[in-house]
């Protein structure tokens, strides 16, 4: 829900700090797995929980996600099953926000209004559509809203101060700043150039400003943290998935270990500083 998301966010300001947002793939490396590793995120460090849904083709994500997600795919992972890997996190937290990140294709078969009403029954608090753009968001914006699940959208290094304004427009919950022109896994993130735009976003939308894209090693997330409201890291852990199906390691125990060590990074990263 909606209150979720802006209860973490108000909660963090009060304690100065940026949130750390892990993504992982529903399903990677089977569900069994990945349920082990969302049920462990929070305690490992994880403020909010980026989720994403595996999808054949997607556009945004660099090699590392679009292995993750075929992975998730070979083991039967679908967008129902990501709800049910949802449900059985809620069991036992009902504080965390998630949020689900995809594509509009399995959204669109599903059907905009059941879906927002099954993803809100689930437990989600947030969807990112990475190729829905605002122009045509409008039926997926009103089944959400009715639902009380936020829509949260991208903008980028290209994203102008007239397209923000569309951008930010029905947005809710967080604005997802994507740090490099680029997709996910590629390019590094600079905290020098990502902060004014963080700022410029932070004042078109009045909301707080995650960013992503680019963050791979601790001393880049406490840069970022520094500058932005949340830090998103996400090929760096499904990285850690692969090395420890090649290493024959405890995915779980190897995921949880990265996101502890960001985490702390995150959290250690405005220590002295009293504003961002």
């Given at each position: 829900?909606?209150?979720?998301?802006?209860?973490?966010?108000?909660?963090?300001?009060?304690?100065?700090?940026?949130?750390?947002?892990?993504?992982?793939?529903?399903?990677?490396?089977?569900?069994?797995?990945?349920?082990?590793?969302?049920?462990?995120?929070?305690?490992?460090?994880?403020?909010?929980?980026?989720?994403?849904?595996?999808?054949?083709?997607?556009?945004?994500?660099?090699?590392?996600?679009?292995?993750?997600?075929?992975?998730?795919?070979?083991?039967?992972?679908?967008?129902?099953?990501?709800?049910?890997?949802?449900?059985?996190?809620?069991?036992?937290?009902?504080?965390?926000?998630?949020?689900?990140?995809?594509?509009?294709?399995?959204?669109?078969?599903?059907?905009?209004?059941?879906?927002?009403?099954?993803?809100?029954?689930?437990?989600?608090?947030?969807?990112?559509?990475?190729?829905?753009?605002?122009?045509?968001?409008?039926?997926?914006?009103?089944?959400?809203?009715?639902?009380?699940?936020?829509?949260?959208?991208?903008?980028?290094?290209?994203?102008?101060?007239?397209?923000?304004?569309?951008?930010?427009?029905?947005?809710?919950?967080?604005?997802?700043?994507?740090?490099?022109?680029?997709?996910?896994?590629?390019?590094?993130?600079?905290?020098?150039?990502?902060?004014?735009?963080?700022?410029?976003?932070?004042?078109?939308?009045?909301?707080?400003?995650a960013v992503g894209f680019g963050i791979k090693t601790p001393e880049t997330a406490s840069a970022i943290a520094r500058v932005a409201d949340a830090v998103?890291?996400?090929?760096?852990?499904?990285?850690?998935?692969?090395?420890?199906?090649?290493?024959?390691?405890?995915?779980?125990?190897?995921?949880?270990?990265?996101?502890?060590?960001?985490?702390?990074?995150?959290?250690?990263?405005?220590?002295?500083?009293?504003?961002?």
């Amino acid at each position: 829900m909606k209150a979720r998301i802006e209860a973490r966010f108000a909660d963090l300001k009060r304690q100065g700090r940026a949130a750390f947002v892990p993504y992982v793939m529903a399903g990677d490396p089977d569900a069994a797995t990945a349920l082990a590793i969302l049920k462990g995120l929070p305690g490992a460090g994880a403020d909010l929980i980026e989720l994403g849904f595996p999808f054949s083709d997607p556009m945004a994500e660099g090699p590392p996600i679009q292995r993750s997600a075929l992975r998730a795919l070979d083991k039967g992972m679908t967008l129902a099953g990501t709800l049910e890997l949802v449900r059985g996190f809620r069991a036992g937290d009902q504080t965390t926000p998630i949020v689900l990140m995809g594509y509009t294709n399995p959204l669109l078969t599903w059907g905009y209004q059941a879906f927002a009403v099954d993803a809100a029954e689930a437990g989600i608090d947030g969807l990112i559509v990475v190729d829905l753009p605002p122009e045509e968001a409008t039926p997926l914006a009103d089944a959400l809203d009715a639902a009380g699940v936020s829509l949260i959208r991208l903008a980028t290094p290209t994203t102008d101060d007239a397209r923000l304004k569309v951008v930010v427009r029905r947005t809710s919950g967080f604005v997802y700043y994507v740090s490099v022109a680029g997709v996910t896994g590629v390019k590094d993130a600079d905290a020098a150039a990502v902060a004014p735009h963080v700022e410029r976003v932070r004042k078109a939308s009045g909301l707080p400003v995650a960013v992503g894209f680019g963050i791979k090693t601790p001393e880049t997330a406490s840069a970022i943290a520094r500058v932005a409201d949340a830090v998103v890291v996400g090929s760096a852990l499904v990285d850690e998935v692969a090395e420890a199906i090649r290493m024959n390691e405890d995915v779980t125990a190897r995921v949880l270990s990265k996101v502890n060590s960001l985490a702390k990074a995150v959290r250690s990263a405005r220590v002295g500083q009293t504003t961002v």
